[in-house]
Protein backbone atom coordinates (compact mmCIF):
# COMPACT_ATOMS: atom_id res chain seq x y z
CA UNK A 1 0.00 0.00 0.00
CA UNK A 2 1.37 3.36 -0.91
CA UNK A 3 1.49 6.17 1.81
CA UNK A 4 0.03 9.25 1.41
CA UNK A 5 0.27 12.49 4.04
CA UNK A 6 -2.01 15.37 4.14
CA UNK A 7 -2.07 18.37 5.82
CA UNK A 8 -4.43 21.23 6.33
CA UNK A 9 -2.90 23.40 9.26
CA UNK A 10 -4.50 26.64 7.70
CA UNK A 11 -8.16 26.89 6.18
CA UNK A 12 -10.18 24.56 4.17
CA UNK A 13 -11.44 21.66 6.55
CA UNK A 14 -14.40 21.11 4.16
CA UNK A 15 -11.83 19.57 1.63
CA UNK A 16 -9.86 17.76 3.90
CA UNK A 17 -13.14 16.25 4.82
CA UNK A 18 -13.72 15.14 1.57
CA UNK A 19 -10.66 13.89 0.68
CA UNK A 20 -10.73 11.86 4.11
CA UNK A 21 -14.68 10.41 2.83
CA UNK A 22 -12.98 9.58 -0.72
CA UNK A 23 -10.25 7.96 0.91
CA UNK A 24 -11.16 6.12 3.84
CA UNK A 25 -11.79 2.47 2.24
CA UNK A 26 -9.15 2.57 -0.38
CA UNK A 27 -7.21 -0.15 -1.38
CA UNK A 28 -4.64 1.32 -2.60
CA UNK A 29 -3.27 4.34 -0.41
CA UNK A 30 -2.76 4.65 3.35
CA UNK A 31 -3.52 8.36 4.55
CA UNK A 32 -2.29 9.95 7.29
CA UNK A 33 -3.57 13.18 8.09
CA UNK A 34 -2.27 15.99 9.68
CA UNK A 35 -4.52 18.94 11.24
CA UNK A 36 -4.23 21.57 13.13
CA UNK A 37 -6.11 22.02 16.22
CA UNK A 38 -8.75 24.17 14.67
CA UNK A 39 -9.13 22.03 11.64
CA UNK A 40 -9.56 18.94 13.47
CA UNK A 41 -12.14 19.96 15.28
CA UNK A 42 -13.93 20.49 12.90
CA UNK A 43 -13.88 17.24 11.31
CA UNK A 44 -16.60 14.76 11.94
CA UNK A 45 -15.17 11.94 12.75
CA UNK A 46 -12.23 10.74 15.01
CA UNK A 47 -9.60 8.23 13.75
CA UNK A 48 -6.06 6.82 14.20
CA UNK A 49 -4.99 8.40 11.12
CA UNK A 50 -5.84 12.07 12.29
CA UNK A 51 -2.22 13.56 13.75
CA UNK A 52 -2.74 17.21 15.54
CA UNK A 53 -0.36 19.22 14.06
CA UNK A 54 1.13 23.02 13.37
CA UNK A 55 3.90 24.44 11.74
CA UNK A 56 6.59 24.46 13.88
CA UNK A 57 6.07 19.97 14.29
CA UNK A 58 4.91 19.15 10.61
CA UNK A 59 8.87 18.88 9.40
CA UNK A 60 9.48 16.56 12.06
CA UNK A 61 6.21 14.77 11.94
CA UNK A 62 7.00 14.13 8.23
CA UNK A 63 10.34 12.92 8.36
CA UNK A 64 9.57 10.04 10.89
CA UNK A 65 7.91 8.16 8.19
CA UNK A 66 8.70 7.62 4.58
CA UNK A 67 5.82 9.14 2.67
CA UNK A 68 5.40 8.39 -0.88
CA UNK A 69 3.13 11.42 -1.49
CA UNK A 70 2.26 14.47 0.58
CA UNK A 71 -0.51 16.17 -0.61
CA UNK A 72 -0.76 20.52 1.10
CA UNK A 73 -4.62 21.15 0.87
CA UNK A 74 -3.91 25.24 1.49
CA UNK A 75 -0.64 27.45 0.78
CA UNK A 76 -2.16 30.63 2.43
CA UNK A 77 0.72 31.03 4.99
CA UNK A 78 3.52 29.05 6.39
CA UNK A 79 4.93 29.35 3.09
CA UNK A 80 8.31 28.85 4.91
CA UNK A 81 7.61 25.65 6.31
CA UNK A 82 5.57 24.59 3.03
CA UNK A 83 8.80 25.43 0.85
CA UNK A 84 10.77 23.49 2.91
CA UNK A 85 8.44 20.30 2.92
CA UNK A 86 8.20 20.71 -1.03
CA UNK A 87 11.99 20.36 -1.58
CA UNK A 88 12.50 17.90 0.70
CA UNK A 89 9.50 15.75 -0.09
CA UNK A 90 7.04 14.33 -3.20
CA UNK A 91 4.78 17.44 -2.99
CA UNK A 92 1.31 18.02 -4.31
CA UNK A 93 -0.48 21.30 -3.58
CA UNK A 94 -4.12 22.32 -3.98
CA UNK A 95 -4.56 25.63 -5.42
CA UNK A 96 -7.10 27.88 -4.61
CA UNK A 97 -6.29 30.86 -6.14
CA UNK A 98 -4.34 30.71 -9.15
CA UNK A 99 -3.15 34.19 -9.61
CA UNK A 100 -2.10 34.62 -6.15
CA UNK A 101 -0.02 31.59 -6.69
CA UNK A 102 1.98 33.53 -9.59
CA UNK A 103 1.83 36.96 -7.63
CA UNK A 104 5.09 38.48 -7.51
CA UNK A 105 7.02 40.00 -4.65
CA UNK A 106 6.80 43.30 -6.30
CA UNK A 107 3.15 42.59 -5.95
CA UNK A 108 3.30 40.76 -2.82
CA UNK A 109 4.77 44.14 -1.52
CA UNK A 110 2.08 46.71 -2.48
CA UNK A 111 -0.82 44.23 -1.35
CA UNK A 112 0.29 44.36 2.21
CA UNK A 113 -0.51 47.85 2.46
CA UNK A 114 -4.13 47.54 1.09
CA UNK A 115 -5.58 45.47 3.74
CA UNK A 116 -4.89 43.69 6.89
CA UNK A 117 -1.57 45.51 7.38
CA UNK A 118 -0.53 43.41 11.36
CA UNK A 119 -1.85 40.39 9.83
CA UNK A 120 0.00 40.23 6.77
CA UNK A 121 3.18 41.90 8.01
CA UNK A 122 3.01 39.01 10.27
CA UNK A 123 2.85 36.71 7.19
CA UNK A 124 6.16 38.67 5.74
CA UNK A 125 8.16 38.53 8.93
CA UNK A 126 7.33 35.10 10.31
CA UNK A 127 5.80 33.78 7.36
CA UNK A 128 8.14 33.48 4.36
CA UNK A 129 5.49 35.55 2.64
CA UNK A 130 7.91 36.56 0.26
CA UNK A 131 8.61 32.55 -0.79
CA UNK A 132 4.73 32.27 -2.01
CA UNK A 133 5.55 31.96 -5.59
CA UNK A 134 9.04 30.14 -4.89
CA UNK A 135 6.86 27.40 -2.80
CA UNK A 136 4.24 26.57 -5.59
CA UNK A 137 7.10 26.63 -7.69
CA UNK A 138 8.99 24.05 -6.03
CA UNK A 139 5.90 21.92 -5.44
CA UNK A 140 6.36 18.91 -7.93
CA UNK A 141 2.77 18.83 -8.63
CA UNK A 142 -0.15 21.52 -8.24
CA UNK A 143 -3.65 20.52 -8.13
CA UNK A 144 -7.02 22.12 -9.19
CA UNK A 145 -10.54 20.78 -7.47
CA UNK A 146 -12.50 21.85 -10.64
CA UNK A 147 -12.09 20.43 -13.71
CA UNK A 148 -12.41 23.36 -15.85
CA UNK A 149 -9.05 25.20 -14.32
CA UNK A 150 -7.09 22.31 -15.31
CA UNK A 151 -4.17 22.57 -17.87
CA UNK A 152 -0.91 21.06 -18.29
CA UNK A 153 0.15 23.07 -15.30
CA UNK A 154 -2.83 22.68 -12.93
CA UNK A 155 -3.68 18.92 -12.73
CA UNK A 156 -7.42 18.19 -12.03
CA UNK A 157 -8.07 16.31 -8.68
CA UNK A 158 -11.42 14.42 -8.37
CA UNK A 159 -13.22 14.58 -5.27
CA UNK A 160 -16.36 15.48 -5.08
CA UNK A 161 -18.96 12.56 -5.50
CA UNK A 162 -22.91 12.53 -5.13
CA UNK A 163 -23.86 10.96 -1.89
CA UNK A 164 -26.45 8.83 -1.07
CA UNK A 165 -29.64 9.84 0.71
CA UNK A 166 -33.46 9.70 0.86
CA UNK A 167 -35.11 12.23 -1.41
CA UNK A 168 -37.75 14.46 0.48
CA UNK A 169 -41.00 15.49 -0.62
CA UNK A 170 -41.60 19.07 0.05
CA UNK A 171 -44.78 21.18 0.80
CA UNK A 172 -42.96 23.66 -1.06
CA UNK A 173 -39.81 25.03 -2.27
CA UNK A 174 -37.09 24.87 0.06
CA UNK A 175 -34.05 27.12 -1.55
CA UNK A 176 -30.24 26.77 0.04
CA UNK A 177 -28.49 29.83 -0.77
CA UNK A 178 -24.87 27.87 0.80
CA UNK A 179 -21.78 29.78 1.86
CA UNK A 180 -20.87 32.67 3.87
CA UNK A 181 -23.36 35.74 4.53
CA UNK A 182 -20.83 38.33 2.83
CA UNK A 183 -21.84 40.66 0.44
CA UNK A 184 -17.94 40.42 -0.91
CA UNK A 185 -18.35 36.92 -2.43
CA UNK A 186 -22.03 37.00 -3.12
CA UNK A 187 -24.27 39.28 -4.09
CA UNK A 188 -26.78 38.88 -1.38
CA UNK A 189 -28.41 42.67 -2.13
CA UNK A 190 -29.97 41.46 -5.25
CA UNK A 191 -31.05 37.91 -3.31
CA UNK A 192 -32.37 40.28 -0.64
CA UNK A 193 -34.71 42.11 -3.19
CA UNK A 194 -35.89 39.20 -5.23
CA UNK A 195 -37.04 37.85 -1.96
CA UNK A 196 -38.75 41.19 -0.56
CA UNK A 197 -40.26 41.53 -3.91
CA UNK A 198 -42.16 37.87 -4.15
CA UNK A 199 -45.55 37.36 -4.83
CA UNK A 200 -46.60 34.08 -4.62
CA UNK A 201 -49.27 31.38 -3.14
CA UNK A 202 -46.73 28.84 -3.21
CA UNK A 203 -45.07 28.33 0.04
CA UNK A 204 -41.25 28.83 -0.32
CA UNK A 205 -38.50 28.75 2.39
CA UNK A 206 -35.09 30.70 1.49
CA UNK A 207 -31.92 29.42 4.02
CA UNK A 208 -28.84 31.15 4.02
CA UNK A 209 -26.44 28.22 5.16
CA UNK A 210 -23.37 30.11 6.08
CA UNK A 211 -22.80 32.69 9.08
CA UNK A 212 -24.27 36.18 8.47
CA UNK A 213 -22.84 39.22 10.69
CA UNK A 214 -22.65 42.69 10.42
CA UNK A 215 -24.78 44.64 7.82
CA UNK A 216 -26.15 41.68 5.66
CA UNK A 217 -27.19 40.05 9.48
CA UNK A 218 -29.28 43.52 9.78
CA UNK A 219 -30.87 43.33 6.31
CA UNK A 220 -31.61 39.59 6.80
CA UNK A 221 -33.41 40.45 10.34
CA UNK A 222 -35.10 43.09 9.15
CA UNK A 223 -36.37 41.01 5.93
CA UNK A 224 -37.49 38.12 8.15
CA UNK A 225 -40.01 40.31 9.71
CA UNK A 226 -41.78 41.55 6.59
CA UNK A 227 -42.40 38.68 4.82
CA UNK A 228 -45.75 37.21 3.98
CA UNK A 229 -46.71 33.68 5.76
CA UNK A 230 -45.98 31.33 3.07
CA UNK A 231 -42.64 32.87 2.74
CA UNK A 232 -39.93 32.04 5.18
CA UNK A 233 -36.11 32.89 5.50
CA UNK A 234 -34.01 30.58 7.48
CA UNK A 235 -30.36 32.28 8.89
CA UNK A 236 -27.90 31.44 11.39
CA UNK A 237 -25.61 34.24 13.06
CA UNK A 238 -22.98 31.65 14.40
CA UNK A 239 -20.92 28.76 12.16
CA UNK A 240 -23.15 26.44 10.72
CA UNK A 241 -22.54 23.18 11.79
CA UNK A 242 -21.99 20.28 9.42
CA UNK A 243 -24.98 18.36 10.58
CA UNK A 244 -27.26 21.01 10.41
CA UNK A 245 -25.76 22.05 6.71
CA UNK A 246 -25.93 18.39 5.27
CA UNK A 247 -30.06 18.66 6.96
CA UNK A 248 -30.73 21.64 4.31
CA UNK A 249 -29.18 20.41 1.90
CA UNK A 250 -30.50 17.51 1.62
CA UNK A 251 -34.02 18.97 1.89
CA UNK A 252 -32.96 21.45 -0.72
CA UNK A 253 -34.70 21.43 -4.28
CA UNK A 254 -32.35 23.40 -5.92
CA UNK A 255 -29.28 25.61 -4.75
CA UNK A 256 -29.12 29.52 -5.16
CA UNK A 257 -25.49 30.27 -6.11
CA UNK A 258 -25.29 34.70 -6.58
CA UNK A 259 -21.76 35.11 -6.67
CA UNK A 260 -20.16 38.00 -7.63
CA UNK A 261 -18.00 37.47 -10.65
CA UNK A 262 -14.98 38.62 -9.08
CA UNK A 263 -13.17 38.01 -5.89
CA UNK A 264 -9.88 39.18 -3.92
CA UNK A 265 -7.53 36.96 -1.95
CA UNK A 266 -4.78 38.85 -0.57
CA UNK A 267 -5.89 41.90 -2.49
CA UNK A 268 -5.24 40.04 -6.05
CA UNK A 269 -8.03 39.98 -8.03
CA UNK A 270 -9.68 36.31 -9.02
CA UNK A 271 -12.23 35.14 -11.25
CA UNK A 272 -14.70 32.90 -10.38
CA UNK A 273 -14.74 29.94 -12.65
CA UNK A 274 -11.14 31.21 -14.58
CA UNK A 275 -8.31 31.84 -11.53
CA UNK A 276 -10.62 30.22 -8.62
CA UNK A 277 -13.20 27.50 -7.44
CA UNK A 278 -16.65 28.18 -5.79
CA UNK A 279 -17.17 25.93 -2.85
CA UNK A 280 -20.66 25.90 -4.73
CA UNK A 281 -20.34 23.60 -7.50
CA UNK A 282 -18.73 20.66 -4.71
CA UNK A 283 -22.02 21.96 -2.74
CA UNK A 284 -23.97 20.61 -6.10
CA UNK A 285 -22.36 17.94 -6.77
CA UNK A 286 -22.24 16.34 -3.24
CA UNK A 287 -26.06 16.85 -2.52
CA UNK A 288 -27.02 16.14 -6.22
CA UNK A 289 -28.86 19.53 -6.54
CA UNK A 290 -29.36 21.32 -9.65
CA UNK A 291 -27.76 25.13 -9.03
CA UNK A 292 -28.69 28.36 -10.28
CA UNK A 293 -25.48 30.58 -11.10
CA UNK A 294 -25.56 34.19 -12.63
CA UNK A 295 -25.38 33.94 -16.66
CA UNK A 296 -21.77 35.43 -16.25
CA UNK A 297 -20.58 32.37 -14.89
CA UNK A 298 -19.18 29.48 -17.44
CA UNK A 299 -19.76 25.78 -17.05
CA UNK A 300 -20.00 23.02 -19.53
CA UNK A 301 -21.51 20.86 -16.90
CA UNK A 302 -25.47 20.51 -17.29
CA UNK A 303 -26.45 21.10 -13.80
CA UNK A 304 -24.97 24.52 -13.19
CA UNK A 305 -27.90 26.78 -15.20
CA UNK A 306 -27.34 29.99 -16.27
CA UNK A 307 -29.97 32.79 -13.86
CA UNK A 308 -32.87 33.44 -15.54
CA UNK A 309 -34.44 36.89 -15.45
CA UNK A 310 -37.73 35.32 -13.95
CA UNK A 311 -35.71 33.35 -11.11
CA UNK A 312 -38.87 32.68 -9.13
CA UNK A 313 -40.43 31.01 -11.98
CA UNK A 314 -36.95 29.14 -12.49
CA UNK A 315 -36.33 27.62 -9.36
CA UNK A 316 -40.25 26.50 -9.63
CA UNK A 317 -39.26 24.68 -12.83
CA UNK A 318 -36.13 23.07 -11.47
CA UNK A 319 -38.21 22.22 -8.91
CA UNK A 320 -38.75 18.22 -9.93
CA UNK A 321 -35.83 18.35 -12.22
CA UNK A 322 -33.62 14.45 -12.54
CA UNK A 323 -30.34 14.97 -13.25
CA UNK A 324 -28.22 11.73 -13.31
CA UNK A 325 -25.33 12.81 -11.18
CA UNK A 326 -24.37 9.13 -10.30
CA UNK A 327 -22.96 8.54 -14.42
CA UNK A 328 -20.41 11.11 -13.49
CA UNK A 329 -19.87 11.45 -10.36
CA UNK A 330 -20.34 7.98 -8.20
CA UNK A 331 -18.25 7.33 -5.00
CA UNK A 332 -16.53 4.72 -7.08
CA UNK A 333 -16.02 6.08 -10.19
CA UNK A 334 -14.54 9.20 -8.22
CA UNK A 335 -12.50 6.79 -5.69
CA UNK A 336 -10.78 5.48 -9.07
CA UNK A 337 -10.25 8.86 -11.04
CA UNK A 338 -7.99 9.63 -7.77
CA UNK A 339 -6.20 6.68 -7.49
CA UNK A 340 -5.10 7.36 -11.43
CA UNK A 341 -4.09 10.61 -10.43
CA UNK A 342 -2.36 9.93 -7.23
CA UNK A 343 -0.34 7.08 -8.53
CA UNK A 344 0.68 9.69 -11.52
CA UNK A 345 1.85 12.17 -8.83
CA UNK A 346 3.59 9.11 -6.88
CA UNK A 347 5.55 7.82 -9.64
CA UNK A 348 6.53 11.37 -12.07
Not at 102 to 117: H, T, W
Not at 172 to 192: C, E, N, T, W
Not at 284 to 295: L, N, S
Amino acid sequence: MKKIAYIEIDTHAEIAQDFMDLMHDSKEFSVDFYFSEKIKNQIREDSQFIHVSDSSMILDQLSAKNYDLVIIGTVHRYFNTFLTISQRFNTSVIVHNLNFSQISKSDLIKNIFKNDFIYRLKLWWKEGLFYTKKTYGKARNLLVLDKELSSEKYQFLPLFYTKSFEQINNKGLIIAIPGGVSQKRRDYQKVFTIIQNLKTEEDFTFVFLGKAKGEELKNIESLSENLSGNIKIIYFSERVSSNVFDDWMQKANVLWCPIQKEAEFFSQKEIYGKTKMTGNLGDAIKYGKPAVFPGNYSSKLDFIIPEEENIIAQFQNLKNSNFNFYKDFSREKTQKDAELLLNRLIST
